[in-house]
């Protein structure tokens, strides 16, 4: 679907736009305004492309992502160890003896497990930046330093990898804005 066609079908071609702008000159024919009538070559002509266009031989997200479809399986592998992560802490941080010990480390292991879940399924949309590569690797980097330092916290208790994470939302921070370049 070319760009024009798309922006044809937001602006104008929807069951929405369509009432609203039904429902705008039904209002203007009441009031009395009548829209001056264009004639057929001034006015703006859709030309609808043949159906090859919306055939894929292959899936959609493969003919999309294109060079950069290693992002989507970087995706579906952060996807699994983020749920393998996130069932872990809980199995192993149920048993400390110390309930505040437990409610901190269970905290940071949540914190840990919502970024890493969230930067996972961010990186299927990698091959659309601009510039995949530099947005994928901070966005990599930025999800292995802070998540994996979140969650040494919440299964050790030791804070020495706490810069880590700091610097892991720096690269994380990096990524999202790198998405505007």
């Not at 899936?59 to 992002?71: E, M, N, P, V």
């Not at 020495?160 to 939302?169: K, N, S």
Request: glycine content about 6%; some cysteine; aromatic content about 12%.
């Amino acid at each position: 679907m070319l760009l024009a066609e798309a922006l044809d079908y937001l602006i104008l071609s929807n069951p929405v736009s369509e009432m609203i702008l039904s429902t705008a000159m039904a209002f203007l024919d009441s009031i009395g305004w009548h829209m001056r009538k264009m004639p057929l070559e001034d006015s703006y002509l859709v030309l609808h492309p043949s159906s090859h266009h919306y055939v894929r031989s292959h899936s959609s997200l493969y003919c999309l992502a294109g060079c950069h479809y290693h992002f989507v399986r970087l995706a579906g592998i952060g996807g699994a160890s983020a749920i393998f992560m996130g069932a872990y802490c809980k199995y192993v941080l149920r048993d400390l003896d110390d309930v505040r010990d437990q409610l901190d480390s269970q905290a940071y292991a949540d914190v840990a497990n919502r970024i890493h879940f969230l930067h996972s399924f961010a990186m299927m949309a990698m091959p659309l930046a601009h510039y995949p590569l530099l947005t994928g690797t901070l966005m990599i980097t930025g999800t292995l330093c802070f998540s994996g330092s979140m969650y040494y916290r919440a299964l050790t208790g030791e804070q020495w990898m706490q810069p880590y994470a700091t610097m892991g939302g720096f690269c994380l921070m990096a990524a999202w804005l790198s998405l505007i370049l």
